[in-house]
């Protein structure tokens, strides 16, 4: 988002940033910044108290202030207009209201699901409800804690856990610190549904598709996010119209039901960024947050047509009925660092140790900009610009690469070819993001599942 507002043609923007580390990217391009590691709401209003007569609103990207309510706060004490939820509408911070919400607006939607709640049982009885539970609908199941927790958090079948002692023992695990949903693992395609909100009206944003585990061919842990990828339309390879038009529906569906009860601001922003997978019976929600997506925003952000500046005060006002993207298709690749993903357990030869604690280089990358006439965009992420003026990668995803071209293909190519000019920390990137091949298996998956319906 700082570069949608940097590149901006029509005003002179001054970005004022509270940020978790000293982002290279960041400090450069803000008047002023700030580091609050923890980004504690009463530091960020500290922040935004300073320079109050200087800034005209503000956007959140990250869903922990969001869930915290720093909307209402700063809204409330410094009169400076946020674009996100408030915090009744950050629906992300309870799985299990969410998908109560979902069953009374949407059923079609929601898997088979079932709400332990630690209050109603003993040890005993709910490891006995558990079981009775999985003897109805199998072991293939997605163990989701409400809120963020101590525990052993979300857990698949497969992923997480192989037999029916390590789901009890995982589920175990979270049932001490609140609610756990036990829900049905759903066999199908996923993508990612993003809409801009004034209050008043959804305006959907083109389908994206992220890949969550860390290597090649979809193996290894689930992780934040390795890249994703969006088409020169509105729509995946693997989806019709049909398919998006129902999407629509459903979060339209939750959206007038939400709206019922909310002022006509309280749900500016990105309320819905939906993870949907696409199944034989058709879209089914797995899950809804009230921001950005990270990394599929990025998808999105730079190839607006419109001038992002002038979205967001259309969401302000409430006036915002469509936005305007160039027909590109893009991908985003991120670089992270070797133990990131268990990469250095699992592929330790591959670690160059001696250039695990250099200081990364973008410049090469950068240089591409030139070669591809801005086709090509480079995001420092999880790294910190230090005093010595090097930047370090922390232990997150370090650097994004977003190539824009005109087809996947195109994209993919300057998107690794930028990955490939990015230098020190020892840094490593999934290969394969919207590949052919990889492409090639959604659609044909999705051909098998719609048949196996007729």
């Known amino acids: 988002m700082i ?95 969410q998908r109560l919400l979902f069953q009374r607006v949407v059923p079609e939607t929601n898997p088979k699901f079932k709400v332990f709640n630690p209050k109603d049982y003993t040890v005993t009885a709910v490891k006995r409800e558990v079981n009775k539970w999985l003897n109805e609908i199998g072991n293939e199941v997605a163990v989701k804690p409400d809120r963020p927790a ?38 199908g395609e996923e993508s990612s549904f993003q809409a801009f909100c004034d209050g008043k009206h959804l305006v ?79 879209p089914k929600l797995l899950e809804n947050n009230s921001r ?29 009925i469509g936005v305007n993207l160039e027909t590109k298709a893009t991908v985003v690749t991120y670089k992270v660092p070797p133990n990131y993903g268990g990469f250095v357990d699992t592929f330790p030869e591959r670690v160059k140790t001696d250039e695990a604690n250099k200081p990364v280089s973008l410049v090469q990358a950068e240089k591409l900009a030139e070669k591809y006439k801005d086709a090509i965009r480079i995001y420092p992420a999880s790294t910190e610009l230090r005093e010595n003026g090097n930047i370090y990668a922390l232990r997150s995803r370090a650097v994004s690469v977003v190539g824009i071209g005109n087809s996947i293909h195109e994209a993919r190519e300057i998107s690794l070819e930028g990955t490939k000019e990015i230098t020190g920390g020892s840094l490593w990137n999934r290969t394969d993001i919207a590949s052919r091949e990889h492409i090639r298996k959604s659609i044909e998956h999705m051909e098998k599942l719609r048949l196996s319906k007729r």
């Open 150 to 187: 101590a525990g052993k958090g979300v857990g698949v079948w497969g992923d997480h856990f192989n037999t029916r002692e390590e789901l009890v023992d995982h589920f175990m695990s979270n049932i001490e610190y609140g609610p756990v949903i036990i829900e049905e693992k759903i066999e």
């Open 292 to 320: 950005p997506g990270d990394p599929e925003i990025q998808n999105i952000l730079p190839v607006l047509k419109d001038d992002f500046v002038d979205i967001c005060y259309k969401m302000l006002e409430g006036n915002l």
């Open 204 to 282: 959907p944003l083109p389908e994206t598709r992220d890949y969550k585990r860390a290597f090649d061919k979809d193996k290894g842990p689930n992780t934040g996010g390795m890249g994703s990828y969006k088409d020169v339309g509105d729509i995946l390879p693997f989806m019709t119209t049909v398919d998006k038009e129902k999407e629509i529906d459903i979060v339209n569906k939750v959206f007038r039901e939400l709206r019922r009860r909310a002022a006509s601001t309280d749900l500016r922003g990105i309320p819905f960024y939906d993870a949907f997978i696409h199944t034989s019976a058709g």
């Open 3 to 97: 570069d949608a507002f940097a590149r901006s043609q029509n005003y002179r923007v001054g970005i004022y940033v509270a940020d978790k580390q000293r982002n290279p990217f960041n400090v450069k391009r803000a008047k002023e910044h700030v580091v609050i590691p923890d980004l504690n709401i009463e530091q960020i209003c500290k922040f935004a108290k300073r320079y109050k007569h200087k800034i005209d609103f503000g956007i959140v990207g990250p869903e922990k202030p969001i869930i915290n309510g720093i909307r209402d706060i700063v809204e409330k004490e410094i009169d400076i207009p946020l674009i996100c939820p408030t915090k009744e509408y950050a629906l992300e911070a309870s799985k299990v209201a």
